[in-house]
């Protein structure tokens, strides 16, 4: 058996056009477009480039984007002040801090001051207690994006046996969160689960979200299974440009899998497409209209 290939890039551009149709419809009902604002503390030059690319994505979807640059020498409470003006802004309904913020600067504290409504990222603990007891939530973009190419690629996801490996807050534990909400029976492990192999072998959908360089390997994967890899590892060439690769042994895993997110151009297009389907859905709830589709 190989593998089909799940086209996260394709799958992103569907969601992000699909999005701005969705931007044009609530101008016209609203007055104005939704808004996203990110806020950038610090040089860290892979922060800069997911943050740029947000913003570009917010731009094309027809959207407002309002860009925070500040430098690392920004206080805790300079930057709690700016999430406090975010917050009471009529025109934001997106609050985005790019992670990780500087050592001096205390993470909790921050997402725990951006107004739950805007909190586009789904970290608020709001959010997550919304999320694990059911409620309408904005829930974190990676596993939102990781359950739209599932579901796009098996439909119905009820009764079956899912695998997460890792259980941090912005991906393994919402991800387990939204499968028990599609009725599959879940399984989370994570670095001290017991024989992983076995674990992973029973699964027929197996997210993998560690952060380990090709660890789950091809034979561990059951034939016919679904394998979503969240993800993104450099590793080192001799050309010094470093290599890209998932959690999963991509080579051999599709000699197993049905099918199996590539690392780059699968789960990563995503998170930003749900980033902008968040704004979107927040600047309707905000405004009291029903969901977009
Ligand atoms: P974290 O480091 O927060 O969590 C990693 C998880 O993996 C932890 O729960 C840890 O267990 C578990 N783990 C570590 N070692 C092992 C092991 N040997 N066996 C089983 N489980 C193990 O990472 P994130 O969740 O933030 O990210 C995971 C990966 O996804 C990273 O590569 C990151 O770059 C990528 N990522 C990709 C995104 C995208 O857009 N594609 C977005 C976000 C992340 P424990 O809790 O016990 O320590």
């Known amino acids: 058996m190989t593998a089909s290939r799940i086209d996260g890039k394709a799958a992103g551009v569907a969601v992000r056009e699909r999005v701005a149709k969705g931007v044009r419809a609530f101008e016209q009902r609203a007055g104005r477009p939704p808004g996203l604002a990110t806020v950038l503390v610090g040089e860290d030059p892979a922060s800069a480039v997911y943050v740029r690319s947000k913003n570009r994505a917010t731009a094309e979807a027809g959207m407002a984007s309002f860009a925070h640059n500040l430098p690392d020498t920004t206080s805790e409470s300079e930057l709690l002040q700016l999430v406090a003006d975010l917050n009471a802004d009529k025109r934001v309904d997106g609050i985005l801090v790019q992670l990780p913020l500087p050592s001096h600067i205390d993470e909790k504290k921050v997402i725990a001051t951006i107004e739950p409504s805007k909190d586009v990222d789904g970290f608020h603990a709001m959010n997550a207690g919304r999320l694990a007891t059911g409620l309408d939530a ?150 009291g209209l029903a969901d977009p589709e």
């Not at 029973?202 to 091809?218: F, H, L, N, S, Y």
């Open 138 to 287: 904005l829930v974190p973009c990676t596993p939102l994006g990781c359950l739209y190419l599932l579901k796009a690629e098996l439909g119905d996801l009820s009764g079956l046996d899912a695998v997460v490996i890792g259980r941090s807050n912005i991906v393994g534990k919402p991800m387990a969160q939204l499968l028990l909400g599609e009725n599959a029976t879940v399984t989370i492990a994570h670095s001290r689960t017991r024989n992983l192999e076995e674990v992973v072998s029973r699964a027929d959908i197996v997210v993998a979200a560690v952060g380990r360089p090709e660890m789950v390997r091809g034979h561990w994967i059951k034939p016919g299974a679904t394998v979503i890899d969240v993800g993104i590892n450099r590793l080192p060439t001799d050309d010094g440009k470093g290599r890209l690769v998932g959690d999963v042994a991509f080579d051999e895993a599709v000699e197993f899998a049905r099918a199996i997110t590539p690392v780059p151009g699968g789960v990563g297009p995503m998170t930003i497409a749900m980033l902008m389907r968040n704004t979107l859905v927040a600047a309707h709830r905000r405004a």
